[in-house]
């Protein structure tokens, strides 16, 4: 049971970048999936959250600029990220929860963004 994060660099402000997250071991449409980000120094902040029922939910500081989406296919995660910002530095990461509850499967290592000009 894995998660693989990539896609994060650097980008200027106004940028955009794809993060993927490819899952191994078991099939993410069948968990609660979500980004989650820290900042140096801050707690973690979820980002984005895609449920089972093809819910999904940004957090108000993305919102209009992220976007979560999942390729069953290909079993990956991702995240559309527009307008980048440099309050959105930080070290992502994707995380699989059973449905329901707030039982961490797995999570993976993150891939880094950071946004200066």
């Known amino acids: 049971v894995r998660l693989v994060e990539s896609g994060g660099g650097i980008v200027q402000p106004g940028g955009s970048l794809r993060l993927s997250c490819a899952a191994s071991?078991?099939?993410?449409?069948?968990?609660?999936m979500a980004w989650v980000r820290q900042a140096p120094g801050k707690g973690p902040e979820w980002v984005a959250r895609l449920f089972t029922a093809n819910v999904m939910t940004h957090a108000d500081s993305v919102k209009g600029r992220f976007t979560i989406s999942r390729d069953n296919a290909k079993n990956t995660l991702y995240l559309q990220m527009n307008d980048l910002k440099p309050e959105d530095t930080a070290l992502y990461y994707c995380?699989?929860?059973?449905?329901?509850?707030?039982?961490?499967?797995?999570r993976g290592q993150g891939t880094q963004v950071t946004v200066s000009p």
């Open positions: 071991g078991f099939l993410l449409s069948n968990y609660d």
């Open positions: 995380r699989a929860r059973r449905p329901y509850t707030t039982e961490e499967l797995t």
